[in-house]
């Protein structure tokens, strides 16, 4: 099993800037990958921005790309998520989530281990 916390949520104006991370323990390995999603009162989980375990690959969803940036940390069994230039529709539980087998993937079905949210609320 994966253990995943995900922290550094908060209240934030518009065009703020907010840090998530995402801390992992349990039995890891390197071809994982690692995915951000939010989910907006009403709406559907969505995805947010992925990284491979191993390696430097990345992969944003089109609402924040440019704005958004996720990074990795193997030695600490990390991934964070730098969230620049919020606005309001960023609103959102933010939750951290790994998929077992290798591969980029956007659909939530994939993911096999998930962390419990952290609140992110942007105001006008």
């Known amino acids: 099993q994966v253990q995943l916390v995900e922290s550094g949520g908060g209240l934030v104006q518009a065009g703020g800037s907010l840090r998530l991370s995402c801390a992992a323990s349990?039995?890891?390995?390197?071809?994982?990958?690692m995915g951000w999603f939010r989910q907006a009162p009403g709406k559907e989980r969505d995805f947010v921005a992925s990284i491979t375990w191993s390696d430097t690959t990345t992969y944003y969803s089109g609402s924040v790309k440019g704005r958004f940036t996720i990074s990795r940390d193997n030695a600490k069994n990390t991934v964070s998520l730098q969230m620049n230039s919020l606005k309001p529709e960023d609103t959102a539980v933010y939750y951290c989530?790994?998929?077992?087998?290798?591969?980029?993937?956007?659909?939530?079905?994939?993911?096999?281990?998930w962390g419990q949210g952290t609140q992110v609320t942007v105001s006008s």
């Open positions: 349990g039995r890891t390995f390197s071809s994982y990958s």
């Open positions: 989530a790994a998929k077992v087998s290798s591969g980029y993937s956007s659909r939530s079905f994939q993911y096999d281990y």
